[in-house]
Antibody
């Protein structure tokens, strides 16, 4: 059974940092592009970042570029999102998601809430 | 690319059929087009990929169609568990969602 289990969210002050983790199981993690998608409270879905199978390529949504870094450790079947210089509008539920191909996200984690507030 | 979903809310009764629309601001590669369902407190679930292919385990009452700038999701014979929010997606862009609610 494919599973994506996230951790690392919480409350952080504006300007602070947080690192999200996503541990995968039930599939060959190193064979898939992986993604982070977020959802602000009561709002729609917003793609945040993507990373290639071997970690050599990363892509970011414009508002997080330069502040967020996506990475992975295929030996640990783990995906990460390092978030720096956090702002109030980064407050959201953050999901990790597997890309089955052509940006169709077929498995999602349970979501991890990040709240940026003083 | 902007994806505009309509209507914003669809009020229907179980057993009825629903047609959800997603219009793009420019011509899309349909290989990158997908639909998702999201219920309250749950992660999104992939329904349709490649514009018309059903994802694993998705009932055949869900169907997707379209090309170019106009895409649609049809749900035949709505079941109680189908009342949810539906999002279209092209590449990394999502539409704003359509809520299918019980009338």
């Amino acid at each position: 059974e494919v599973q994506l289990v996230e951790s690392g969210g919480g409350l952080v002050q504006p300007g602070g940092s947080l690192r999200l983790s996503c541990v995968a199981s039930g599939f060959t993690f190193s064979s898939y592009w992986m993604n982070w998608v977020r959802q602000a409270p009561g709002k729609g879905l917003e793609w945040v970042a993507s990373i290639k199978q071997n970690g050599s390529d990363q892509y970011y949504e414009e508002s997080v570029r330069g502040r967020f870094t996506v990475s992975r450790d295929n030996a640990k079947d783990s995906l990460y999102l390092q978030m720096n210089s956090l702002r109030a509008d980064d407050t959201a539920l953050y999901y990790c998601a597997r890309n089955r191909g052509y940006e169709a996200f077929d498995y999602w984690g349970q979501g991890n809430l990040v709240t940026v507030s003083s | 690319i902007v994806l505009t979903q309509s209507p914003g809310t669809l009020s229907l009764s179980p057993g009825e059929s629903a047609t959800l629309s997603c219009r793009a601001s420019q011509t899309l590669d349909s290989r990158y087009f997908a639909w998702y369902q999201q219920k309250p407190g749950q992660a999104p679930r992939l329904l349709i990929y490649d514009a018309s292919s059903r994802a694993t385990g998705i009932p055949d009452r869900f169907s997707g169609s379209g090309s170019g700038t106009d895409f649609s999701l049809t749900i035949n014979r709505l079941e109680p568990e189908d009342f949810a929010v539906y999002y279209c997606q092209h590449s990394v862009t999502f539409g704003q969602g359509t809520t299918v609610e019980i009338k």
